[in-house]
């Protein structure tokens, strides 16, 4: 086990019963809260991105990271937004999650992403239906999706799987 992926496993929190029962929640807001966890974990996701024209981070958590990565790399950040959070035009890519259907959304105007080399960040991967939606919406904006890496992966979710072929580097994996 590398140092980051023991600082993220002794920083993590789980709670049980979380959105619904049976859930074993994943919480990794005390990692984000910690100077050391999140620079722990900033450092090696900006490693693996190195060479990137963009970070896009994944609402909300992911946010946070791709600002973090975007500001080491000395590179800009995209937020890619929930459905109705931002001002039209607007790209979208609607998918199907376990219990319904998401959206998410990107800037249709003021930022080119034709040609731009992107690493996609998120928090956690589970399913990976919504780190599957983001790569979509950015490879149809004509971005090159270069990496897509999380801080934390539920392995027994497949999302994995469901990202073939595009590579999913986690900093640690459960």
């Known amino acids: 086990m590398s140092a980051v992926s023991r600082i993220i496993e002794s920083l993590v ?28 974990v900033t450092e090696a996701l900006a490693e693996l991105a190195e060479g990137a024209d963009l970070v896009a981070g994944i609402d909300a958590r992911g946010f946070l990271l791709g600002a973090a990565v975007a500001t080491r790399l000395g590179t800009g950040v995209l937020a890619i937004r929930k459905g109705g959070k931002l001002p039209p035009p607007v790209l979208r890519e609607e998918y199907i999650l376990e219990y319904g259907t998401a959206v998410l959304e990107i800037p249709a105007d003021g930022i080119e992403l034709a040609g731009r080399k992107v690493v996609l960040l998120d928090d956690v991967l589970a399913t990976g239906g919504t780190m599957a939606a983001a790569h979509r919406l950015l490879t149809d904006s004509g971005a090159t999706v270069s990496l897509s890496a999380v801080v934390l992966e539920l392995s027994d979710l497949g999302g994995r799987e469901r990202m073939a072929p595009l590579t999913v580097t986690s900093l640690h994996t459960v």
Do not use: S
């Open 13 to 40: 929190r789980e709670v049980a019963d979380f959105p619904e029962p049976g859930i074993q929640f994943k919480d990794l807001t005390p990692l984000l809260a910690d100077r050391d966890g999140l620079a722990a």
